[in-house]
């Protein structure tokens, strides 16, 4: 089994989930693209997952790669139809390769906060074994403000309708960081644009604060990470063995 990662920022891999792919021997190969990375031929890979990043999904101009990557996510789910995991800006691209929009999310949601998983979540086969409440970071101030016609919405929160979702039967994509590991904050909060964000939503020592608040909670994050993971896996397996 091998496994393609699309990062757009060094600091944006992903994360406890890297625990979980040694665990099982899988091999993954990360493409840099912010650093020039080239997308190799897809044909190789059994899944790809499509991490965060500082850069939006409409500045094609400014990152150029934006388009090839897109290209390369609606080949992947279109096309091959095979498993398929993004998160935050790997959620939003999703849905803008895939025909839906995404636009600016106001308020932000930045910090520690309450999600909960939609009825179809609650019976997906992924997202079921997780709480229908539960807190998540996040780190965002754009949403999938439609989803693509086809896509069933999993998980909500109060000011983000979509904040995860499934498109077929094994690409799925979430807006929470679900790969946070204690290193994931003070490392992010060294990024200036997400510096900026936080400091911006949740004023001067956002960043300490943030920290403190997941430490005790993180036990938790990690063991959704596994149920989620661990069910991703269950359901890609099928589709990878074809």
Same mark, same amino acid.
């Given at each position: ?6 990062? !757009? ?53 400014? !990152?150029?790669? %934006? ?16 498993? +398929? ?7 939003? %691209? ?18 520690? %906060? ?25 780190? !965002? ?12 919405? %999993? ?21 929470? !960081? ?42 938790? +994050? ?21």
């Amino acid at each position: 089994m091998k496994l393609l990662v699309f990062q !757009h920022l060094a600091v944006e891999h992903p994360a406890v989930l890297r625990e979980f792919l040694k665990e099982d021997g899988i091999v993954w190969d990360a493409v840099e693209l912010d650093e020039g990375g080239v997308i190799p031929p897809l044909e190789a890979y059994d899944m790809l997952w499509v991490m965060g990043g500082p850069m939006d999904v409409w500045d094609v101009e400014e !990152h150029p790669w %934006l388009i090839p990557e897109k290209r390369a996510i609606r080949t992947w789910v279109r096309d091959l139809k095979r498993p +398929f995991l993004g998160v935050c800006l790997g959620h939003q %691209l999703l849905a803008d390769a895939l025909g839906g929009t995404c636009g600016p999310q106001r308020p932000p949601e930045v910090g520690i %906060l309450d999600i909960e998983l939609t009825e179809a979540g609650k019976s997906d086969p992924v997202f079921s074994g997780l709480p229908h409440k539960m807190k998540a970071l996040q780190w !965002h101030s754009v949403k999938v403000a439609q989803a693509p016609e086809d896509a069933l919405v %999993l998980a909500r929160s109060d000011v983000c309708a979509i904040q995860a979702m499934r498109i077929g039967r094994h690409a799925y994509s979430m807006q929470y !960081h679900v790969e946070l590991e204690p290193s994931t904050i003070p490392d992010w909060g060294k990024v200036p644009a997400y510096e900026a964000a936080l400091a911006k939503v949740r004023g001067s020592g956002a960043l300490e604060a943030l920290a403190r608040e997941a430490e005790p909670l993180m036990p938790g +994050f990690i063991a959704n990470a596994s149920t989620l993971y661990r069910s991703f896996m269950d359901v890609a397996a099928p589709a990878i063995a074809k």
